[in-house]
């Protein structure tokens, strides 16, 4: 149960699909405009002026370029008809290297011609790749065009080829400090983004939570007291209310786990010992423990320096990280809890032998009712997340092979 994956999945991709769409229009419109100005300019009516330059058409590929460049166009309107907007960018810029490097081959290999450099949309295809912002991409155009250089300078064995060289490195990486800029934004946004939309998820499942689990407590109250009071009037009549009663009690720590992420929590600091709350902790999940033949072992310094928390929540905490380290470990193994002192931070892990975490497992952990136990609820250590919170602490889950190592990290004093 994790919600609907394949609806968010969707919703992204269209999302992208429209970026990509923006871009690429961008880009084109772009690379017309800069292209056409260019060619005016360059080869129509400077030489108007009589400046000796030679016009296009009688020039290497001459006409046959601007039937490349106008030919891709509708091929591009077709691909983002299509739907398939993402492999345009790289149409023109790998067509773009093909034919300048035929066309300058035809203009100056085996000629006294010195080499002239460069078209204006090379300029216009490394400033603006970072639009599309995408590593690939940029390094496709960046390294092309340096290479194609580099292979003209060979070729040719000119040293012209060194002022464009130069001149596109540095543009070049102008282009990554934008497109890594680009990047580390988007990142921010995103993570601000899914934040919220965690928190808003919480809200609502908090107050739902909430309102379920007040409902239930009362009639479960009350179940509870007349499934006891059974048990207490007809002792030897059937083995069932024991387990009447452990279900019963299954159901009310769920209500709990509930009520707890619904209401905000007013946290009562005191000034406990860890020992002292560890070892509770400890002697409520023994027969667990004991049952599947996992043995504990607590190594910290005694005594350690009283912790200002709310004991009850640090309680329920440490309950609800213990047992998941004893249900990771069906088999038995060990439970090795540590307790470090650090400045004024107490750090406290938690290690188990069990089967650890894998990584799509990872990405979805601490999700309201993310579980992968049969009997699970899901809502532990989105409940130990928040206790942890509401302490100004850190958490930290490590899932490997060999265990996991879960970290927890709680200021000693409180300001
Ligand atoms: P629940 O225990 O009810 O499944 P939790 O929120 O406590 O809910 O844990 C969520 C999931 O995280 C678990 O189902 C399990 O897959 C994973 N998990 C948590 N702790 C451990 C651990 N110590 N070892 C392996 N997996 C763990
Ligand atoms: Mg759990």
């Known amino acids: 149960p994790k919600g609907v994956p394949g609806m968010k999945g969707s919703s992204t991709r269209l999302k992208l699909f429209y970026e990509e769409k923006k871009a690429i229009q961008l880009f084109l419109w772009l690379f017309y405009i800069f292209f056409i100005s260019f060619e005016l300019i360059y080869y129509y009516i400077y030489p108007y002026y009589g400046n000796g330059v030679i016009t296009r058409p009688n020039q290497g590929l001459g006409f046959w370029i601007y039937i490349i460049n106008f030919g891709l166009l509708p091929l591009a309107i077709y691909l983002i008809k299509k739907g398939n907007p993402y492999i345009i960018k790289y149409l023109y810029i790998y067509s773009f290297l093909l034919w300048d490097t035929i066309h300058n081959f035809l203009l100056y290999y085996g000629k006294d011609e010195s080499f002239a450099a460069g078209d204006i949309v090379e300029v216009v295809f490394i400033l603006f790749s970072p639009i599309f912002v995408n590593k690939k991409y940029f390094w496709t155009v960046s390294l092309g065009m340096v290479l194609k250089y580099v292979f003209f300078g060979v070729i040719l064995l000119d040293l012209e080829v060194l002022v464009p060289l130069f001149i596109y490195i540095i543009l070049s990486a102008i282009a990554f400090v934008i497109l890594n800029r680009f990047e580390s934004y988007i990142e921010s946004v995103n993570k601000a983004h899914e934040e919220l939309r965690r928190k808003e ?12 689990g007040h409902e239930i407590r009362n009639p479960l109250s009350s179940l509870k007291g007349f499934t006891q009071l059974q048990h207490e009037n007809y002792p030897n009549t059937n083995d069932f209310y024991p387990i009447m009663i452990q279900e019963i ?14 209401k905000p929590k007013i946290v009562q600091f005191s000034k406990v010992g860890i020992e002292e709350i560890i070892d509770y902790t400890l002697s409520l999940t023994k027969h667990l423990a004991e049952r599947q033949g996992i043995t504990t072992e607590t190594i910290m310094e005694r005594p350690s320096p009283p912790l200002d928390c709310d004991p009850k929540q640090l309680k329920q905490l440490f309950i609800n990280l213990i047992k998941n380290a004893i249900e990771s470990m069906p088999n038995g193994g060990k439970i090795t809890i540590t307790v ?13 032998e069990g089967g650890g975490i894998s990584d799509e497992d990872f990405l979805n952990i601490g999700e309201p009712f993310f579980t992968t136990k049969k009997e699970g609820t899901g809502l532990g250590l989105m409940v130990s997340n928040q206790i942890i919170k509401d302490h100004f602490g850190e958490f930290y889950i490590n899932g490997f092979e060999k265990g996991t190592l879960v970290k927890v990290m709680l200021p000693i004093n409180q300001k």
């Open 201 to 212: 998820k919480l809200a609502v499942i908090g107050q739902m939570a909430a309102a379920i």
């Open 249 to 262: 009690d299954r159901i009310n720590s769920i209500v709990n786990d509930l009520m707890t992420l619904g």
């Open 340 to 352: 470090k002192v650090e400045g004024n931070k107490m750090n406290i892990s938690i290690q188990d």
